[in-house]
């Protein structure tokens, strides 16, 4: 049951892979069943215009910091709205699956947690305001359902960019030089419990393109050493991309992460344990020229023995 979300990823990145819009939202959250249990909220969005009357979204919500939950996740939302003007309001409504990741607590306290994973329902409603140019202004009344903890409303403001459909030729330039990209990556990682602790991750990344929106890669991977504990494994992903300018790539990654995580290096016979957890990603490319890259991805390790967490990492690699 805990991977069934297997399969919303899968329409998150084929969503990705044609997106027309690209939206980035926060605000405020409060908690269902406590009107006094409020936080932030902050929401990541991408678009596919299927007609003039129908839409199809992937999303990334983060519902914030109320009391003992810190929980986030990935939804998918079939959009029903109004034709979009070359300048002046649109309106929709949205609902689908929301699969979340929620640090929380099972004795009452922040000193102890666990990490829990499962199924709800997102249902939105939105107002844009479209200007001139590619950009829209945006309100979103967002809401959680059917979670067993607490369900959520959320109220939400910002600004989006209409992706448009990229040439043949921008989709190819990405790729041009080389099927082959080696990447060194460095980045911290946060474990995904209520203190939050850091450490700072390293790894080298091996990237194939197979045609100009899909590449596979493999990436050997250190998340650090946090208190006593360490971990490190390899990663296989395949990769979906969507061109955003001439240069500028977004990417969504999904797949499995081999790895080898050590709870207590400070006794002897506290053995490292083999895990094997899905992984997904969400990152961003630049092309500086025909040979080198930099690139900015966010992974979230996704565990069944509460150890999730989210590794963040910048890299410089050549094309070849």
């Known amino acids: 049951m805990r991977y069934k979300f297997l399969a919303l990823p899968l329409v998150f990145v084929s969503c990705l892979a044609q997106a027309q819009d690209a939206s980035l939202l926060a605000g405020a959250m409060r908690v269902d069943q406590n009107e006094d249990d409020t936080s932030f909220a902050v929401a990541l969005g991408y678009t596919h215009h299927i007609n003039k009357y129908l839409s199809v979204s992937a999303d990334y919500l983060n519902e914030g910091h109320p009391k003992l939950h810190h929980r986030d996740g990935l939804g998918a939302q079939l959009w029903l709205r109004t034709p979009v003007p070359e300048r002046g309001w649109s309106f929709a409504a949205g609902f689908g699956p929301y699969y979340y990741f929620d640090t929380t607590t099972g004795n009452g306290s922040f000193t102890d947690y666990r990490n829990e994973h499962g199924w709800g329902q997102l249902m939105s409603l939105s107002a844009k305001y479209h200007l001139a140019s590619n950009v829209y202004l945006e309100t979103r009344l967002a809401h959680t359902h059917g979670i067993t903890s607490h369900d959520t409303t959320m109220l939400l403001f910002g600004a989006g960019y209409e992706l448009g459909s990229q040439p043949r030729a921008i989709r190819l330039q990405n790729a ?23 450490a700072t991750s390293y790894g080298v990344e091996y990237r194939r393109t197979v045609n100009p929106n899909v590449e596979w890669s493999v990436i050997l991977m250190s998340e650090g050493k946090v208190d006593a504990a360490e971990r490190k494994g390899v990663s296989g992903q395949v990769w979906l991309l969507r061109p955003f300018t001439e240069r500028t790539v977004l990417e969504m990654g999904f797949g499995a992460y081999a790895m080898r995580d050590q709870l207590d290096r400070t006794d002897a016979n506290d053995e490292r344990e083999s895990h094997v957890a899905p992984i997904a990603s969400i990152g961003m490319r630049y092309r500086i020229n025909d040979t080198w890259r930099a690139q900015l991805t966010w992974s979230r390790v996704i565990t069944n023995y509460e150890r999730d967490s989210d590794v963040f990492m910048l890299g410089a690699g050549v094309a070849f």
């Open 176 to 198: 041009e030089k080389g099927d082959n990209t080696l990447m060194l990556l460095a980045g911290r990682s946060i474990v995904n419990s209520f203190k939050s602790e850091t």
